[in-house]
């Protein structure tokens, strides 16, 4: 308990990273309550994100307090903006809507921190994960290179180029918080998932609740707090596996940047924040969605048709072929152009396939029962979900809301249960992969289970409709055991605290290259296995790698130096490949991660070096031995 009420100033840190510079731009566009909570992340994410791209083209130096110069300007553009527009001022809630969403926001945040917060077991565990190794480096590289442009993240795994897109808005936020709490590079990259996770998420379901079903009572609110922290959908499974915390960041942004979308199109039951001031929001959350994960964006575009299809249709039986033709023609053309700007980045993410390994019929309960991934069946969660669904398709205000929803289900079961054309198609640019779109589909999935505790408690007998409502809610959480937190935390623990196996590295292993800064001077290069861990002496001690992931693009000299150091540590031409690269230390240790995976027969050169010529064992500890390369004075 401790150690997490220490980490509690820089999850107060990661707060105010997430939701202070946007919070500024949306309250000088107008916007207050609920809708400005909400809307300052996806606008937080996009000047931190956008703040890094412009740093590295200028080339200044990164800053998380850079931030505050494009906070200031945009916050002055956003007033003009709202002035020459005259964006009408937010009408202020009454007083028990701001509580209750004060109550309901408190509500989701605990529930998702504690769930989460219990699996992870420690504030700065480790997540045993493959993604885990780059993005835990990518954050260190960023703090050392003073660059955390998305343009140049990709460095990490292409050292060769020297630069290479990666979306690093996550990573920034992350660098933000490790910068000005002077926390570890784990405990910020936890903390700044649990804030995602447990503040943004919460916030914008609510915002997307209120703008799709009106305004709500106080129990509703509380509903959707509750119900937001249900899901094992999201955010529990991709905080397990992956780890994906760039995709965690912007599935938790995109309720409000929907929200928005409703707003802009005139499409919200009660708007909250306006359609003028939503096509503002909409436009300058765009850039932090996109930055967070593009697959972010993709996920909005399907909900987005779902929100436009059926107006589109009307039009366009009233409009004829004559109107509807050349722009949909237009439309056309601009999707192409759109398409093919980023054919380079799809054409490189539909390469992944992951196989199927269930039946579509299979994929297809799962979806029904809120299962996703074999997960255990939510039958409470499940008959809110579809209770929602039957009312809002009897609606042609919300009728959008179960299309988007069914269709999100599909992208699902295709990539769940199909390895066939269409499904590889379709899926491609979230790679394939059922966690991906299984998270989506709470993006729809919590709303709906909201207004099925609505539609369930109008046709309770007897009481008050608030009573009625927190007496659904209340049956919905006993019969799911807890809204079945209990996996959740269980799930988030397989790779935090793995049982047995597949461990990166375990306690003793940390301890020792966390402590490598006493042996290897700073800018000293260290080489190893990434597959034995000692890629993350990178993480943990600051001290560059070779090989910094498990997986990239990397330099000849070092692909040299991975087949050949063991053998001839004395060899001329490994000394000037060694020198090149700044190597002045190898890092031996047993494989202890995927030890079945044929890629590591790439770093057999840098394994077993006992004994070896022209190699000093300097120290020990945990499974790891360090030499440095006296052969090569």
Not at 375 to 402: F, H, K
Not at 454 to 472: D, E, M, T, W
Not at 552 to 568: H, I, P, Q, R, T
């Amino acid at each position: 308990m401790s150690a997490w009420l220490n980490a509690l100033p820089a999850l107060a840190i990661a707060a105010v990273v997430l939701f202070g510079p946007g919070a500024l731009v949306g309250r000088t566009l107008g916007i207050r309550g609920l809708a400005l909570w909400a809307m300052s992340a996806p606008l937080s994410v996009s000047l931190v994100a956008l703040t890094a791209v412009f740093a590295a083209a200028v080339g200044v130096p990164w800053s998380p307090l850079l931030v505050l110069v494009p906070t200031g300007v945009a916050a002055l553009v956003a007033w003009r903006v709202a002035s020459y527009l005259r964006v009408p001022t937010a009408v202020r809630s009454p007083w028990y809507a701001s509580w209750a969403s004060a109550v309901a926001l408190a509500v989701g945040a605990l529930l998702v921190l504690l769930v989460a917060g219990r699996g992870m077991g420690s504030p700065d565990a480790l997540s045993h994960t493959f993604d885990a190794v780059f993005h835990l480096n990518a954050v260190r590289w960023g703090l050392d290179h003073q660059d955390l442009s998305s343009l140049h993240l990709g460095a990490v795994t292409h050292p060769v180029s020297g630069t290479g897109f990666y979306p690093a808005a996550w990573h920034a936020v992350a660098a933000s918080v490790a910068s000005l709490s002077g926390a570890s590079v784990p405990l910020a990259a936890n903390v700044t998932a649990l804030a995602v996770a447990g503040l943004v998420w919460p916030a914008g379901i609510l915002l997307l609740v209120r703008q799709v079903a009106g305004r709500l009572g106080p129990v509703a609110l509380v509903a959707g707090g509750v119900l937001s922290a249900g899901f094992l959908a999201f955010p529990y499974l991709l905080l397990s596996f992956g780890v994906l915390w760039p995709y965690v960041l912007a599935t938790a942004l995109l309720p409000a940047c929907i929200a928005a979308a409703l707003s802009a199109s005139r499409a919200a039951a009660d708007d909250e924040i306006g359609q003028r001031a939503g096509v503002v929001l909409l436009v300058l959350s765009l850039p932090g969605l996109a930055l967070a994960h593009p697959a972010g964006i993709l996920t909005l575009f399907v909900v987005l048709l779902a929100v436009a299809g059926p107006p589109l249709i009307r039009w366009a039986r009233r409009a004829g072929p004559r109107r509807v033709l050349p722009i949909a023609l237009a439309a056309g053309i601009v999707l192409a152009a759109g398409l093919a700007a980023g054919w380079s980045q799809l054409d490189r993410v539909n390469q992944f396939d992951w196989r199927a390994g269930e039946t579509l019929a299979q994929a297809a309960g799962e979806v029904l029962l809120n299962a996703p991934t074999r997960g255990p069946a939510a039958w409470a969660l499940s008959l809110l979900v579809v209770a929602g669904m039957v009312v809002t398709a009897q609606s042609a205000r919300m009728a959008w809301l179960p299309i988007a929803h069914l269709a999100l289900a599909l992208l699902y079961i295709l990539a769940s249960g199909s390895d066939g054309w269409w499904a590889q198609t379709l899926t491609g640019p979230w790679y394939n992969d059922a966690f991906r779109l299984s998270a989506a589909t709470a993006v729809t999935g919590v709303p709906l289970a909201v207004l099925g505790v609505l539609a369930l408690a109008k046709r309770l007998p007897g009481g008050g409709l608030h009573l009625r409502q927190l007496v659904v809610l209340l049956a919905a959480v006993a019969l799911s055991g807890g809204l079945q937190h209990t996996n959740h935390t269980q799930r988030v623990a397989l790779t935090y605290r793995p049982a047995g196996g597949d461990t990166y590295l375990s306690g003793a292993d940390r301890v020792f290259l966390e402590g490598l800064g006493q042996w290897v001077k700073p800018g000293q290069v260290v080489i190893g296995s990434p597959w034995n861990g000692s890629a993350l002496v990178y993480a943990l001690a600051d001290r560059p790698v070779v090989f910094a992931h498990l997986s990239g693009a990397w330099s000849g000299d070092g692909l040299f130096l991975a087949k050949s150091l063991a053998g001839a540590p004395r060899d001329p031409a490994v000394c000037a490949a060694a020198h090149r690269l700044g190597v002045r230390y190898a890092l031996d240790g047993p494989r202890s991660f995927w030890a079945l995976d044929p890629r590591q027969g790439a770093f057999e050169g840098v394994v077993n070096l006992s004994g070896r010529p022209g190699l000093t064992q300097i120290a020990q500890g945990g499974r790891f031995t360090l030499y440095r390369l006296d052969g090569c004075a």
